[in-house]
């Protein structure tokens, strides 16, 4: 990639199309040239294209899906203005992707809140509606049908409903199973960033487990971890309160208790390293190369661990090599980290193959899924098939 201390682009876009070919479908390929964008510039449009292309949240009116910088402009031409409903986190990424695009002429509408939010003033819903022929209106909450609803019932234009979500809040959740039938049916089931232990659970259940190897380095997320699985009475797992790295040693975890809990890596391109933290959440913890803590054979390794996946999966050398697990890694939390594992991964172990899925209305969890393809016996060609591994 360099040369004389110069990178060579010529060999950065050969290698990009060589990742971008190792993608099994339109849809994985889509997502990670929409992710890309976005690492490249953060705005409006690009955060569009990620979630169109992840199928998940369709637009539910009668505007185009693509061309939103068409759209802004078409906004400010009939001199309206754009209005998010919901100022909580979706709303969020929206204003943020949009002020980064430089469009800055826009409200929120919240029934719940009041005043600003990123030095944009908050509408009520009967304000909004008293004023309706002058916005067009994004639906940025999770739940989009009751909103829908009483903007119809309210005789809002439904050509001014530009987008809104329809799938229940309760979805929003990385799903690392989605692709179940292409987990290995030998070995154990490594859970890097186990949160509350439910990965470990829903893992016991889909497969004749020979182990369960969990790391948690947060002290309250561990005792839910434990208890969790208490609970369902599930054996041979071996629970480790430590974060995982490229080093064994210790590590400043930001410890809050609950999902968003992370080591501090500080690497200014992470999501999380601008966080304000609370100096009394910071605790000095364990981590260690997985490599030197796991010896038996590995059917499924995943890791959601807040922007230390790559430092992780360079501690975890041997064994993606030598047992080449199904893979489900998280690559949304550092500009970069798609490109930078899919490269290592693929470096490591040539034949693995990729899907690409993102589960948020915003701009996380995207999960990258390797895997290896299936061998057609009669012409040694790769086939793309699901069931490639069965229970003998």
Known sequence: MESSGCINWHDAARQTLSLYNKLADRQSKELFVARVAYDIS?????????????????????????GWKSILKQIKAENKRLCLWGAGTIGHVFASALQHSEETD??????????????????????????????????????????????????????????????????????????????????????????DGKDSIRFSQ??????????????????????NLASVGIDRVKFMQMGLSDKSGSATLFAEGTESSFLIVGDEESHISHMSCDNS???????????DIVKDKIAMLKMDIEGAEFSALRGSERIICDDKPFLAISVY?????????MSYLSSLVPEYRYYLRHYDPGIYDTVLYAFLPKKNTSNGKEVLDYNIYGES
Do not use: W
């Not at 940025?140 to 799938?167: C, K, M």
């Not at 179940?180 to 490594?190: A, C, D, K, N, R």
């Open 42 to 66: 953060p705005d409006f449009d690009a955060l569009m294209r990620i979630l169109n292309a992840s199928n998940l949240f369709p637009v539910e009116t009668n505007s185009e899906r693509s």
């Open 106 to 195: 826009f409200v929120f509408c919240d029934k719940n809140k009041k005043g600003e939010v990123l030095g944009q003033i908050i509408l009520s819903p009967e304000d909004l509606l008293s004023a309706c022929e002058q916005y067009y209106v994004i639906i940025t909450v999770s739940a989009s049908e009751d909103i829908l609803q009483f903007l119809n019932e309210h005789s809002f234009p439904d050509r001014q409903i530009l987008y809104a979500f329809s799938i229940p809040s309760a979805k929003y959740a990385p799903d690392y199973f989605e692709f179940q039938e292409l987990i290995p049916y030998q070995g154990s089931f490594v859970d890097g960033g186990s949160f």
């Open 206 to 227: 889909l497969r004749r487990i020979s182990g369960i190897y969990l790391f948690e380095p947060d002290p309250n997320n561990f005792s839910k971890c434990q208890a």
């Open 281 to 291: 959440k910071l605790l000095e913890v364990s981590v260690a190369r997985l490599d």
């Open 333 to 341: 939390h550092r500009r970069g980290d798609l490109l930078a594992i």
